[in-house]
T-cell receptor, first 111, second 121 residues
Framework: TQLLEQSPQFLSIQEGENLTVYCNSS?????LQWYRQEPGEGPVLLVT?????EVKKLKRLTFQFGDARKDSSLHITAAQPGDTGLYLC???????????FGTGTRLTIIP | GAVVSQHPSRVICKSGTSVKIECRSL??????MFWYRQFPKQSLMLMAT?????????EQGVEKDKFLINHASLTLSTLTVTSAHPEDSSFYIC?????????????????FGAGSRLTVL
């Protein structure tokens, strides 16, 4: 079983601060995705990264895929209350649509 | 964009009864659907892979006789929790493969339903 460990598990910060969430594994993946999930809803895809070292930006969110394709990070600049939610990384391998989800990071932005 | 609908969104049932949850791809055909369960404050755990026209593939530790999956058409998969017990109470989420999501890089992209919260009394 491929494990994706996310850190921190919980994070509560003030509005306007910056933060980074990490997703780590000992396995290599062909692609990695980040999702945000709000209570009582399904996860919503934020980004997909497929190339080692790839960096993608989505407004205030910056996603990076590790060079060895074993880890990823999500950096949020100037966090806003609307960023509050459960952030999940998920990975898959070539030829397999199954996603393995990370342990999750529950983020709370305090106004 | 691709949309996946789950029904019901919430269901409460008595212990010992069976509950059926539907997962529909509304604007695309999904040859493969996945079923997950999520306990409070935890991540999603894959239960099974549902392929249209064939038997579902269950993950290790998931009882196939307990969680019946049927994928009779390219737009519908159902999960039936048989003889439900309080420990089966959870948030069940499906996802479907085959939709087109904006911004993806050609990698495996799944569209998730909004989830179904099951409470067994």
């Amino acid at each position: 079983t491929q494990l994706l460990e996310q850190s921190p598990q919980f994070l509560s910060i003030q509005e306007g601060e910056n933060l980074t969430v990490y997703c780590n594994s000992s396995s290599v993946f062909s692609s990695l995705q980040w999702y945000r999930q709000e209570p009582g809803e399904g996860p919503v895809l934020l980004v997909t990264v497929v190339t080692g070292g790839e960096v993608k930006k989505l407004k205030r969110l910056t996603f990076q895929f590790g060079d060895a394709r074993k880890d990823s990070s999500l950096h949020i600049t100037a966090a806003q209350p609307g960023d509050t939610g459960l952030y999940l990384c998920a990975a898959s391998n070539f030829g397999n649509e199954k996603l393995t989800f990370g342990t999750g990071t529950r983020l709370t932005i305090i106004p | 964009g691709a949309v996946v609908s789950q029904h019901p969104s919430r269901v409460i049932c008595k212990s010992g009864t069976s509950v059926k949850i539907e997962c529909r791809s509304l604007d695309f055909q999904a040859t493969t659907m996945f079923w997950y369960r999520q306990f409070p404050k935890q991540s999603l755990m894959l239960m099974a892979t549902s392929n249209e026209g064939s038997k579902a593939t269950y993950e290790q530790g998931v009882e196939k006789d307990k969680f019946l999956i049927n994928h009779a058409s390219l737009t519908l998969s159902t999960l039936t929790v048989t003889s439900a017990h309080p420990e089966d109470s959870s948030f069940y989420i499906c996802s479907a493969s085959g939709g087109r999501a904006a911004g993806n890089s050609g990698a495996n992209v799944l569209t998730f339903g909004a989830g179904s919260r099951l409470t067994v009394l």
